[in-house]
């Protein structure tokens, strides 16, 4: 089972939108949850701990939560 660490609105916009590798996104704000809060997979985190966006976010203040307690916000179709 997968964990993510909720991060803020403000977080995900100094992580920003980038890529990192040759067709290979990261995009914060493609998990907002019905709390206002995003998410960011540990699995991420720990391919792109040391990238510059990612240095802009004090990681030790974030905490882990359970893909079974993921609550995303309905993306209107």
């Known amino acids: 089972m997968s964990n993510f660490f909720k991060i803020t609105k ?12 040759p067709h290979q996104a ?5 998990s907002e949850q019905k709390d206002g809060t995003y998410l960011v997979s ?10 510059e966006n990612f240095q802009k976010v004090d990681w030790s203040k974030k905490f882990l ?6 609550d995303t916000k309905p993306v209107p179709v």
């Open 65 to 70: 939560i359970a893909e079974k307690d993921i």
């Open 26 to 30: 990261f995009d914060p704000f493609c």
């Open 10 to 21: 403000a977080d995900a916009a100094n992580l920003g939108a980038f890529d990192y590798a």
């Open 42 to 51: 540990e699995e991420m985190y720990n391919l792109l701990f040391l990238e």
